[in-house]
C-alpha cells in the first residue's frame, strides 16, 4: 500500500512555470512506474506524462508539446512534473499514480491503482 501526496499546484500566469511534486508515504516511489493525470471541471481525467521504473520509456500526452517534464528526484524519493511555458488553459486538478497492471498502457487509468487527491493548477491569460 502507498499513499500518494500531490504538492506545487497553484495560480500561475500563462507563459510561466510550476514544479509539481509526488511524495509517497509507505512504500517508496522508487518500485512503481509512475504517471500524472489532470482533470478539468466537467471533463474526463486525462493523461500528462508516464516515467517507467526500468527504462527509458518516458512519455507524454501529445498537447504537451515539449513543455512538460516527468523526472524523478532521488534524494527527495518524489515524482516531479516541470511544467513550463504553461498555456491559459483554466484550472485542472493534477494526479499523481503509481501504476501496478501492465495491460492497456501507460495511459490507460486502469492500469494505475495508487491515486493522490490532487493539486490545483490554475494557468491564468
Known amino acids: 500500500q502507498v499513499r500518494l501526496v500531490e504538492s506545487g499546484g497553484g495560480p500561475v500566469q500563462a507563459g510561466g512555470s510550476l514544479k509539481l511534486s509526488c511524495a509517497a508515504s509507505g512504500r517508496g516511489l522508487s518500485i512503481y512506474s509512475m504517471a500524472w493525470f489532470r482533470q478539468a471541471p466537467g471533463k474526463e481525467r486525462e493523461f500528462v506524462a508516464y516515467?517507467?521504473?526500468?527504462?527509458?520509456?518516458?512519455s507524454y500526452a501529445d498537447f504537451v508539446k515539449g513543455r512538460f517534464t516527468i523526472f524523478r528526484d532521488s534524494a527527495r524519493d518524489t515524482l516531479d512534473l516541470q511544467m513550463d511555458n504553461l498555456e491559459p488553459e483554466g484550472t485542472d486538478d493534477y494526479y499523481c499514480a503509481a501504476r501496478v497492471h501492465y495491460d492497456r498502457g501507460e495511459s490507460s487509468q486502469d492500469e494505475y491503482r495508487f491515486w493522490g487527491k490532487g493539486t490545483q493548477v490554475t494557468v491564468h491569460a
Open positions: 516515467l517507467p521504473v526500468r527504462t527509458s520509456k518516458i
